[in-house]
């Protein structure tokens, strides 16, 4: 009996979104996309919300014709690695092996989910990501500016996430985008090395999709030179061959180091005149200005070069946008290489003990009510503090793992008038007599409306226990039992693992990075292979509530 053909890769979509407007139009082309059951449309879309601060929920619509869900989830401001870890880890609880990492600027054209399911039935095995094809639209009416040519360079990126589907297999075995990547560039090119290295192979597809340019200010080409900070970060993570391994082209670094060069001579040949003139050495400045003067016609060519390779390909005398662009390029031409040396300097020095991803376990934060102790609303009683199960064996062996643990807590009875904090005082020293001394206690005595900035799910106290122990945010994971537990690890900077009980929502479980179903669990998956938390399906309690 010949058999029939083999189900179709099943994939959830994942999109990072700073709220722009585009996010919109972007669920609306996929909404519009043809499926069937050869080429069915993605389990789920998951939304991450990755603007700062208490905002708004993002508003969103789709047509209630589609077969799959759109949901959104926080981000909290860390960039798109974090945020798109934040939103896969969330998604492959759909079932998905695959997850589409788009951008929230995209247009998908008919047909992109047929070619997507035609890209992922061709992976064998052995490929852990394809990538679409990226077309950006240019004026046809006169040459592109500067900020349009670099939205066009997407079209021959490698690895770019614009339009990227990652196997979630391959994704769990590098533990996802390294976070420590603070924007959109290079985060890309770093997972796509790692996967490569975990021996995964990297193809392209044949799907397409639309990537306009978007407005820019006229200061942009400067702002974007902070990406020279995560060229330091590549090259101490894969080491001096890092562009060539990463398929990256090489920029013009070297010339920016040059113009920088000519600029401190200029300034160091004009001090020294200076002081010469001053002792009255007429010789000796006459030397120095000489010295100075050559520096400024140095910068004075190397900046006009760059103007000019900036402009050439440009529009033209007679464009109505020549003016603007010529405008441009000058005020932003002379600022660009000591902005490009500032940022590549401070990059090397931030990242000079960077190791590998992801960083390692140093501290464990834990809930307490509902986490280590039965919750009893508002209590002050010591008498009734009842530990959890599994409670002392799971503290315990994060001391015997040598890491400290800390107590992170809401106390809203306090602002409430329901409790004084001796009250509560006294109830943390009974937990402290049953599992043993905690590194660090911190709690939040504030009512809700009190608007506090260490009220989970605010990353208050998170950042205050990081820093009494001092470790980073980063090295820190949260065990909790509600979603406030997650959001605050996740706005701090920190791990998360969640162990639902009956009072768990259900979406609180769904968002969750990850779940363990017992105290006990969590621990041991935290204390895993490497220092990194282990990935734990979610309980069948977790459907309750």
């Given at each position: 009996m010949t058999p029939g053909p083999a189900a179709p890769a099943s994939y959830a979509v994942v999109v990072p979104s700073v709220g722009r407007a585009t996010l919109q139009w972007l669920l609306d082309t996929l909404s519009a996309q043809d499926v069937d059951a050869r080429h069915p449309g993605p389990l789920e879309v998951v939304v991450v919300d990755d603007r700062r601060g208490d905002v708004e929920p993002l508003r969103l619509t789709v047509p209630d014709t589609v077969a799959w869900t759109v949901r959104t989830v926080r981000g909290y401001g860390r960039g798109p690695a974090a945020a798109r870890n934040r939103g896969w880890r969330a998604a492959r609880r759909s079932g998905a092996e695959w997850i589409?990492?788009?951008?929230?600027?995209?247009e998908l054209p008919a047909g992109w989910v047929q070619r997507l399911a035609e890209d992922l039935a061709a992976c064998g095995p052995e490929v852990g990501a394809t990538q679409g094809r990226i077309d950006v639209p240019l004026p046809d009416s006169r040459r592109p500016t500067d900020w349009e040519r670099n939205t066009a360079s997407l079209q021959d990126a490698d690895w770019a996430t614009a339009d990227m589907a990652y196997r979630v297999a391959a994704l769990e075995a590098v533990?996802?985008?390294?976070?420590r990547f603070p924007r959109a560039y290079r985060e890309d090119a770093d997972l796509a090395l790692r996967v490569r290295r975990a021996g995964w192979q990297l193809v392209r597809g044949r799907r397409r999709i639309t990537h306009p340019v978007r407005p820019a200010d006229d200061l942009v080409s400067l702002r974007v030179q902070a990406g020279n900070a995560d060229d330091a970060l590549m090259r101490r993570l894969h080491g001096p061959g890092w562009r060539a391994a990463a398929q990256a082209p090489a920029?013009?670094?070297?010339?920016?180091?040059?113009?920088?060069?000519?600029?401190?001579?200029?300034?160091?040949?004009?001090?020294?005149?200076?002081?010469?003139a001053v002792r009255g050495r007429r010789s000796g400045a006459r030397t120095a200005l000489a010295g100075a003067g050559a520096g400024a016609a140095a910068w004075a060519w190397l900046t006009g070069r760059f103007v000019l390779l900036r402009i050439g390909p440009?529009?033209?005398?007679?464009?109505?946008?020549?003016?603007?662009?010529?405008?441009?390029m000058l005020r932003t031409s002379a600022a660009i290489p000591v902005a490009a040396v500032q940022h590549k300097l401070r990059g090397r020095w931030r990242h000079r003990g960077t190791g590998p991803w992801p960083v390692p376990v140093r501290a464990v934060l834990f809930d307490r009510d509902g986490t280590l102790v039965h919750d009893v609303p508002y209590n002050g009683d010591p008498a009734q503090v009842e530990l959890v199960p599994g409670?002392?064996?799971?503290?315990?062996?994060?001391r015997a793992a040598g890491l400290p643990v800390g107590v992170v807590?809401?106390?809203?009875?306090?602002?409430?008038?329901?409790?004084?904090?001796?009250?509560?005082?006294?109830?943390?020293?009974?937990?402290?007599?049953?599992?043993g001394p905690f590194d660090t206690w911190q709690l939040c005595p504030h009512a809700p409306e009190e608007d506090c900035a260490c009220r989970k799910p605010r990353p208050g106290m998170v950042l205050a226990a990081a820093a009494a122990l001092g470790v980073d945010p980063s090295e820190c994971v949260l065990i909790g039992d509600i979603g406030a537990d997650v959001e605050a690890a996740q706005a701090a900077g920190a791990r998360s693992v969640l162990v639902p009980t009956p009072v768990t929502r259900r979406e609180e479980v769904t968002a969750a990075p990850a779940v363990a179903a017992t105290l006990t669990d969590a621990v041991a998956s935290v204390l895993g292979a490497?220092?990194?938390?282990?990935?734990?399906?979610a309980p069948s309690a977790a459907a309750r509530g």
């Open positions: 589409a990492f788009l951008d929230d600027d995209v533990s996802g985008f390294d976070e920029g013009g670094f070297k010339w920016h180091v040059a113009t920088v060069g000519a600029l401190g001579a200029t300034a160091t040949g004009l001090a020294a005149a200076l002081v010469a440009g529009p033209r005398p007679g464009d109505p946008e020549f003016l603007p662009e010529l405008s441009r409670a002392k064996e799971a503290v315990d062996a994060v807590s809401n106390q809203s009875g306090i602002g409430r008038g329901l409790l004084t904090r001796g009250q509560v005082d006294a109830v943390n020293a009974r937990v402290a007599e049953l599992l490497d220092g990194a938390t282990t990935e734990v399906p």
